[in-house]
């Protein structure tokens, strides 16, 4: 313990004690009783662990901090965190720098250039492609047999015709989009992350498996059941069918890089034509849905990398997402009626890096987005500090392989206590704006406040905001004022709600023209909260001169980066509290009285 009060009365003054590190029987622990403490001190079971002191070698550490920053401008913020770490550890004794610096690399040179595949660095040069027949597979199988007698007719005896068809259909769809990414067969052995896309999609072994089994019945071997090759033939129907939904997965896995190739390297994708056509005949990719889920997912990791770079000035990092989203082609022709009548339109990037800036999503221990579409509004975020819930099964993959924590629960419904951990210091949230819901929640006055729609979403996701935390909301429409200046309608009860239970440091009226690219141009509020009242006090603004719609960038840059302050000691992990304003210091607001909750 840091701070504990001394045995001398109720009322003592606490007194710091130095923090100790202690071991059981040798083994390091963190938890155990006060009495389990006594009686191990008094057996001398436990005693105090004296660290050796950290590493330091200067010329080690700059070697290493080069490599970690070749992984922050790949937007891996965790390798470099990792590799930087490693530099504190003592080699092993008669290593030279040399040496170890080549097994570093070697140990990453995979990460790398699996990140550089992702985000569209490099691309590989097709290959010619020949498919196998038959007597090609049953070669394989032999192969791996190693047995001398050929399976062939085991497996024809008894495995339908159809059957095998499928497995060589599949196993030469996968070698075909192998050849596609320049892959020769056995190419992706060294890559696990490739393996990771093509592998289990043809279900070779079971053949095998079953080959095998049907040799022994045939050769009298009683320890085989003939009930073993009904079992093998299920479980080979089973695998086709998942290996031709994991090779619909690898379509959209490989359509996804090529975006993120074409965008990376400024190829004109044109417009959603464009797109349409080179889903279609270079992927075989017709449903809508999926083209425009893809191509956001790539739009959204490319931010994301660019976001988490943070060997780039803050400002730059920002301009540079404003101009990869303006070479994203329109998506307004692939905005399905379900999106339409719903208005589910994804947040556009720019937005969701300022969103992330403003709550601290990059510093803090915990960011949520309870409705996270493709993950636009924490790209700014450490991701291992983040938590993801969307109900959506094809955004809910695309999070989960971005690495994600992902839950699946309905928003609409109360996420409290469903969650771990169970309040989150940044909320970031653009809840759909057509949901038919609604509920009540307190605020100042007698009677709860009954809200609807967005509204209601968003009081729902600020229920799992820490008191001390900060939010960023998109809600739909611009704010409605009568002409004296007071809100009318719904907004006045909406932000009477709000301004009772929250510290409002803006609401910024975005212009519908700044959402195109997404599929609409919807105008739109971005709400920015800083802390919870301790008391449901206060009431709905009227209109300022900051009420006025933004239709730029820039302006939305200078407009948010105002106010972006430090956030509350208790949101961020200990070891993190002396290393704000590391980076960005420029954006960080110094005027105490703009953070409300520190």
């Not at 409290?416 to 929640?441: R, W």
């Amino acid at each position: 313990f840091k701070n504990v009060k001394a045995h001398d009365g109720l009322f003592a003054e606490e007194q710091k004690f130095p923090m100790l590190v202690v071991a059981f029987d040798r083994e390091p622990f963190k938890y155990a009783k006060l009495e389990t403490l006594r009686k191990g001190i008094a057996s001398g079971q436990i005693v105090e662990i004296v660290p050796k002191p950290e590493y330091n070698n200067p010329e080690r550490t700059e070697a290493y901090n080069k490599i970690a920053q070749e992984f922050e401008k790949l937007g891996d913020r965790e390798m470099a965190e990792w590799i930087r770490g490693r530099a504190k550890v003592e080699p092993a004794r008669g290593l030279t720098l040399e040496k170890d610096i080549e097994n570093l690399k070697a140990c990453v040179s995979e990460r790398k250039l699996e990140l550089q595949v992702k985000y569209g660095e490099i691309w590989f040069e097709p290959k010619p492609f020949t498919p196998l027949t038959a007597k090609n597979l049953f070669g394989i199988i032999d192969r791996v047999d190693e047995s001398g007698d050929p399976l062939e007719p085991y497996i024809m005896a008894n495995v339908p015709a159809e059957t095998l068809k499928k497995v060589l259909d599949l196993l030469n769809e996968v070698n075909r989009w192998k050849a596609f990414i320049g892959m020769p067969q056995d190419g992706i052995l060294p890559y696990r992350f490739l393996q990771n896309q093509f592998g289990g999609i043809a279900p070779i072994d079971l053949l095998l498996f079953l080959g095998q089994e049907a040799r022994r019945i045939a050769k009298g071997d009683k320890r085989t059941k003939p009930e073993k090759i009904q079992q093998r033939l299920k479980q080979l129907d089973e695998a086709i069918v998942a290996g031709e939904k994991k090779l619909i997965d690898l379509k959209k896995y490989l359509f996804t890089h090529r975006i993120a190739y074409y965008l990376n390297n400024g190829v004109a994708i044109g417009n959603v034509g464009d797109l349409k056509r080179m889903a279609k005949e270079d992927f075989g990719i017709t449903d809508l849905t999926t083209i425009r889920d893809q191509a956001e997912m790539a739009l959204t990791m490319l931010a994301k990398r660019i976001a988490q770079n943070s060997t780039i000035d803050f400002s730059d990092r920002f301009y540079r997402i404003v101009a990869l989203y303006e070479s994203f082609p329109l998506q307004d022709r692939l905005a399905t009626s379900q999106v339409k009548e719903l208005k589910q339109f994804s947040t556009p990037v720019p937005l969701g890096f300022l969103m992330g800036a403003y709550t601290n999503s990059d510093v803090v221990q915990s960011v949520l987005d309870p409705t996270g579409g493709h993950g636009a509004l924490v790209i700014f975020a450490n991701t291992k500090n983040v938590r993801i819930n969307e109900i959506d099964p094809n955004r809910f993959q695309s999070l989960l392989s971005q690495g994600y924590r992902v839950t699946n629960y309905d928003a609409r419904e109360s996420l409290k206590g469903k969650l771990d951990p169970s309040i989150f210091y940044a909320v970031n949230t653009n809840p759909p704006f057509g949901l038919d819901v609604e509920g009540d929640f307190k605020g100042a006055g007698k009677y709860p406040y009954t809200l609807s729609g967005t509204h209601y979403m968003v009081a729902l996701a600020l229920e799992n905001m820490a008191d001390e935390g900060k939010a960023a909301v998109i809600i739909g429409y611009h704010t409605k004022f009568d002409k004296d200046g007071y809100m009318t309608g719904e907004d006045l009860k909406f932000f009477n709600w709000l301004h009772s239970n929250f510290y409002v440091e803006d609401v910024i009226q975005i212009a519908g023209d700044l959402y195109s690219k997404m599929g609409t141009s919807f105008p739109t509020r971005l709400i920015l909260i800083n802390g919870r009242k301790p008391a449901f006090e206060g009431f709905a603004p009227q209109r300022t001169e900051n009420d006025v719609p933004l239709n730029n960038w820039t302006d939305v840059f200078n407009r948010i980066t105002k106010i972006i302050s430090d956030p509350h000691e208790k949101s961020i992990l200990q070891s993190k509290v002396d290393a704000i304003g590391r980076d960005g210091t420029s954006v960080r607001s110094t005027d105490s009285s703009k953070p409300k909750n520190t």
